[in-house]
């Protein structure tokens, strides 16, 4: 090979080595550039492992204990409710019939269609606790001419159910009385008209006074409660305490009794004017429980009053304080029987 042929082939091998070397040193630019990941796009988490068709399920874990909600408060006033042995009431039965099985005098149905008179009030007051004694009053604010459609119109009811009987006292005032006491625990309900009310009979409060033995035996709901010495009306004929059932009407602390506001001169041989503690009166004529310590001497031998109940201060008062509105007095062995027409012989009338 010739000298000039071999510097051509050498020139040739440096500029190819040259050419490859600017190649391999270029900027990574002209190479395909890495794509990025997008920040926006995160690999979703590996799906769970199906379940095993044939594992044991875990035992669950038992809920926390919760406390049961406090029962709502009781409205005494509230209609009360259905007794569970008293006769069902058909609801398919016409509006006003009595269901079977109610006692006499009652109706627990609702009144139905326009009132056949105003409003009336009633005795004992809507909400009021009554004793075992107490007959219900229903006042009228006009006469009553046709009676039987207005009683017909007062519906009673009461749980227990027990029977009872209406009676006129006046052209305005109608009357509801069981026809024994009240059993203790005892809800009245009235609807007389379309205008309701209702009362409660806690308790049994008697008070029986014996003129054979000169003493006031109290029960309450069956049980003897206490014993008293009493002194009543004396034996002249005029001023005994007379035989019959009597309920508490009013109350009085104290009281001024004035043998003038029943036709006697307090100067007269029968007349007297003394002021009196713990008065509890029991009749329209007159006739009181009361303190009477002037007479405590007499109390548990013999009958020195004009008529009324005489107790020692300390008897009295407690007397007082436990019997109200409707309690009973009982008196017995003693002469005449209470039936006065002055709107308190309820007992005596049937």
Request: charged letters at 15%.
């Amino acid at each position: 090979m010739s000298q000039q042929t071999r510097r051509k082939l050498a020139g040739a091998i440096l500029v190819t080595g040259v050419v490859a070397g600017f190649c391999m040193s270029s900027p990574s630019a002209w190479a395909d550039p890495e794509v990025a990941p997008d920040p926006g796009v995160v690999d979703a988490p590996p799906a769970p492992a199906p379940p095993d068709p044939f594992a044991f399920p875990a035992n669950p874990v038992p809920p926390a204990p919760v406390d049961p909600p406090a029962p709502p408060p009781v409205d005494p006033l509230a209609p009360p409710p259905a007794d569970p042995l008293a006769a069902p009431v058909d609801p398919m039965a016409p509006p006003g019939v009595i269901p079977a099985g109610t006692p006499a005098g009652q109706n627990p149905t609702p009144y139905t269609g326009q009132p056949v008179f105003a409003p009336p009030t009633f005795n004992p007051t809507n909400g009021a606790i009554a004793g075992a004694a107490k007959p219900i009053y229903i006042n009228f604010a006009r006469p009553i001419a046709d009676r039987q459609m207005a009683q017909d119109a007062v519906h009673i009811s009461s749980v227990p159910p027990v029977p009872g009987r209406f009676y006129w006292t006046t052209d305005t005032q109608l009357r509801w009385r069981p026809l024994a006491f009240w059993p203790a625990g005892t809800v009245v309900n009235i609807d007389a008209g379309g205008t309701k009310s209702s009362f409660r009979v806690p308790e049994q409060l008697i008070a029986t006074v014996d003129d054979a033995t000169h003493t006031m035996t109290v029960t309450r709901n069956g049980k003897v409660e206490k014993t008293f010495p009493v002194s009543m009306g004396r034996p002249d004929g005029k001023h005994e305490t007379k035989n019959g059932t009597y309920y508490v009407l009013e109350k009085f602390p104290d009281i001024i009794m004035d043998s003038s506001t029943y036709g006697v001169p307090v100067n007269s041989a029968e007349g007297y004017k003394l002021h009196v503690q713990d008065a509890v009166r029991i009749d329209n004529s007159g006739i009181f429980v009361h303190s009477a310590p002037w007479s405590v001497a007499d109390q548990g031998k013999r009958n020195v009053s004009h008529g009324c109940i005489n107790l020692s201060a300390a008897n009295a008062q407690w007397f007082y304080d436990n019997f109200g509105s409707g309690d009973a007095v009982v008196v017995k062995n003693s002469k005449g029987t209470y039936n006065a027409p002055d709107g308190a012989s309820d007992w005596q009338m049937f």
